[in-house]
């Protein structure tokens, strides 16, 4: 029977910081979601607090030093995180797991994703790149008569990026996407007919609507959400 058991321990090791640092060293703990945050305040063990205004897109690794305060050094280190670990019992029970796992996308999701590791599993990525471009050549026919050229684009775009905004599931994705699409077309069309209108205007001018809603309000990826995680990880670092 397999076992599913939630460990906690160092996703990644903390390198080694002596010989790199001089003087007094201590490790400030952090997550791999909060190494990739790197514009915030942050409380050391000791107590001393450290502003970090790296670069957008910056990637802290363990080991990383921080700052050189009073001689002491200051560097990243690794915090203890949940580990799903599965033991199966025997080889049978692997092998189906591996089988599972390794379908559980699709032959083209995983040609988008991965298109390198797509062609060396022996997948016909020439079939699944022609698959792609007749989707996207009958949206892009089926779009121009209603929006025109130029905001053809936007209807591409917005109903995949606001479901992007409110799901990490890429199934859940799709439907979402295709459902702001749909909904945006009508409430567009309609729009247009009452407010005497360009129609594509109106339609892409309701998905830029849905976009901004998702973008402010969205549970864990809009702006507002992201704003009372901040507030809360500050509070936490403040009282603790």
Known sequence: MTRLSGLRRPVLGTVTAAGKVAGEVVTVPMTAIHRRRVRRRLRAPDGVELLLALPTGTVLTPGTLLEVRGGVSYVVGAAPEDVAVIRPSDMPEAAALGHAVGNLRRD?????????????????????????????????????????????????ITPGATAYLLTDRFSRMVLLAVTAGVLSSLIGTYASY???????????????????????????????????????????????
């Open 108 to 156: 083209l999701l995983l040609y988008v994703f991965d298109a390198t590791h797509a062609r060396s599993i022996g997948l016909n990525t020439g079939h699944l790149y022609g698959a792609l471009l007749v989707i996207l050549a009958l949206t892009i026919v089926s779009a121009l008569q209603t929006v025109g050229v130029i905001l053809v684009f936007a209807m591409l």
């Open 194 to 240: 009452f407010l005497d209108g360009a129609t594509g205007a109106c339609i892409v001018l309701t998905q830029s609507l849905l976009f901004g809603l998702a973008f402010l309000f969205a549970p864990k990826h809009g702006q507002l959400a992201r704003r009372r995680q901040q507030h809360r990880e500050r509070q936490a670092e403040l009282n603790g």
